[in-house]
């Protein structure tokens, strides 16, 4: 059996370099951190070059931002995140969709030009994760140039290969989705003036029946190339009800896709090569926005063989057979992994305009930090279901496991009281032997070993949970860990300890030394999640940039008798309250002020 005090050695080193500015002050609403305040320097040139390349859906921009927008891409920046931790050479792109029939309608409404009214909304998203501390290298929106050409080249491949061929769609199509629909995702429902209407089953969104001459892909070609590809590798979608999902979906005939419209019927998009008077289907032009960030066609081979989709289950149909099906038949690499994550419900209901219950983002971020929704989301957001989401609940998992535990924890280490000298302090292997059973001097009881040995497989634990897209058991295992040292400090309660006796100034500042190397793994495994309460953490602990990488989760070195660097050194300048504790005043209501609901596209 392994010593609980044993050592985890990795092979992958990256530092998470702040700016100077972040290290040393508190931000507590705006994160200043950007692209090029992340420096990897990696000593291991083998792992740091393994590419690593993570998507969220791009958004429509029919409206503004909403928060499950931002548990999108706070989802994908918080993988990216980790695999830089881990000394990946990682790349995260996000964005939004600007063409089709909802935006031209949604434009004209407006009285706008449709490429100002994209423009305005896209900025709007750029803002909220400007806001939200999301780090993506990317940002990929379908007006571009560089999209359309393409765009361009993968329809032009795709008819070359003859996947495409001109014929006549016949059947429903719904606007609000941009999706045509079989029969069998049809429905009956009665309107607001008692009229009957078809409806789309999966959204609720009314249907139309349309009859036009267009391109249809060849879809039904890739069913069974589909079907071996999911058999063959059971990971490919997370979590696994979906993959079992999408198995069910092609078990059925598939039929042959429309690809473009007419342009008499939707001008704002981009045409079909060789024919203007047809435009190509906003699903298939959004999709290759992937393609389009590493810059497909011709630069495109080193990222497109590491490419990871975290995408919501409403568009699962669309990543899992649509964009796989033109993949395949363009001859690419298919995706690595696809991650799906459920939706928000709002006090138990849907997010809906007309509820008036859609959450804005830079509401919450004002009355929770940023800190705060990013670890509400994260650590409640279950991808197998959809979760809910009121005011009460973000306060008391955050006043509890932020403030009160995390935050009490650092601050009780760190006082004065406790720690007069401000440093480090030095670690008594006779008072906490590596074996409980070493010598009859030591002072450390069976509970104790027994959060050390927690602490240690920690890094190894949440490595799993991130690879199968279970941040929030990453998180729940970091607060159990939490827990047990807060529980250790309180059993050993060093404060009744007498400072003029060496023994017990020996055991006290062993129980320190214990409890800061707990929370330096802490700060340090929950840097992708919330980034800046991490630093904050860090930063007080006197860690330095360079000792904050994957690497430096060598816990407890003095235990295995080898050299602790931190042992001795000064802390850092007192930062305050980690985390100031939610009032339920703050806010009036019990959601923040409306954001106008749109879904998330490609």
């Excluded at 993968?154 to 999706?179: A, M, N, Q, R």
Aim: glycine share 6%; proline share 5%.
């Amino acid at each position: 059996m392994r010593s609980p005090c044993c050592i985890l050695t990795r092979t992958k080193t990256i530092v998470l370099r702040l700016s100077r500015h972040a290290l040393h002050r508190r931000l507590p609403h705006v994160y200043s951190i950007r692209c090029q305040d992340l420096r990897c320097f990696c000593t291991d040139h083998s792992q740091s070059s393994k590419p690593y390349y993570i998507t969220t859906p791009i958004f429509y921009v029919n409206a503004s931002p909403h928060i499950g927008h931002v548990y999108s891409a706070v989802t994908a920046d918080c993988l990216h995140r980790f695999k830089l931790l881990q000394g990946y050479n990682s790349r995260f792109a996000t964005g939004t969709d600007e063409h089709g029939l909802k935006i031209q309608q949604a434009a004209s409404n407006a009285g706008k030009d449709p490429l100002n009214f994209c423009t305005e909304v896209s900025d709007s998203f750029k803002h909220v994760f400007q806001r939200c501390g999301i780090l993506y290298t990317d940002y990929i929106r379908t007006t571009e140039k560089r999209h359309r050409q393409a765009v361009e080249h993968f329809w032009t491949v795709l008819h070359s290969k003859g996947f495409i061929y001109k014929g006549t769609y016949e059947g429903w199509y719904s606007t609000p989705d941009e999706s045509f629909l079989t029969p069998t995702q049809v429905t009956d429902k009665t309107d607001s003036e008692g009229r009957q209407i078809k409806v789309s089953t999966e959204s609720g969104h009314k249907v139309e029946w349309m009859k036009e001459d267009n391109y249809m892909f060849r879809l039904s070609d890739f069913r069974t190339k589909l079907l071996d590809w999911l058999r063959l590798n059971p990971n490919i979608i997370q979590p696994v009800n979906f993959h079992h999902l999408v198995l069910q979906w092609l078990e059925d005939d598939i039929p042959d896709l429309s690809v473009s419209r007419q342009k008499s019927r939707l001008q704002w998009g981009i045409s079909v090569p060789g024919d203007p008077e047809q435009i190509i289907y906003v699903w298939l032009d959004a999709l290759v926005n992937y393609l389009t960030v590493v810059g497909y066609p011709q630069n495109h081979s080193q990222w497109w063989t590491a490419v990871h989709h975290v995408v919501g289950k409403d568009i699962l149909k669309f990543h899992a057979i649509y964009w796989p099906a033109f993949l395949l038949a363009a001859g690419l690499p298919l995706p690595k992994t696809i991650f799906v994550h459920s939706h928000w419900t709002v006090e138990g209901k849907k997010m809906s305009k007309s509820l008036g219950n859609v959450i804005n983002p830079l509401d919450a971020m004002e009355k929770f930090t940023v800190d705060g929704l990013r670890y509400f989301l994260l650590r409640q957001g279950v991808p197998d279901s959809d979760c809910d989401y009121y005011d009460d609940k973000v306060i008391k998992m955050c006043n509890s496991e932020l403030a009160d535990a995390l935050g009490g924890l650092l601050n009780r280490c760190t006082a004065p009281s406790l720690n007069p000298t401000q440093v480090y302090p030095q670690f008594c292997n006779s008072c906490f032997p590596k074996e409980p059973s070493e010598g009859l001097r030591g002072k450390a009881v069976s509970e104790d070993y027994r959060m050390v040995e927690a602490v240690s497989a920690l890094p190894v634990l949440v490595e799993q949970h991130f690879e199968n897209l279970h941040i929030y058991k990453a998180l729940e295992a970091i607060s159990t860990c939490v827990r047990m040292t807060n529980a250790f400090v309180q059993r050993q309660a060093p404060w009744k300890l007498d400072r003029n006796n060496p023994g017990d100034q020996q055991w006290l500042d062993t129980i320190l030394h214990v409890s800061l190397e707990c929370l330096r793994m802490y700060g340090i495994l929950l840097q992708p999640m919330v980034p800046d309460l991490a630093d904050r953490i860090l930063s007080r602990l006197g860690v330095m940039p360079e000792e904050r990488s994957w690497d430096s989760l060598n816990f407890l070195m003095k235990c295995e008798g080898r050299d602790c660097g931190l042992e001795g050194r000064a802390l850092g300048p007192d930062l305050g309250v980690l985390f100031n504790r939610l009032e339920r005043s703050q806010g009036k209501g019990r959601t923040p002020k409306m954001a106008t609901q749109h879904k998330s596209k490609s």
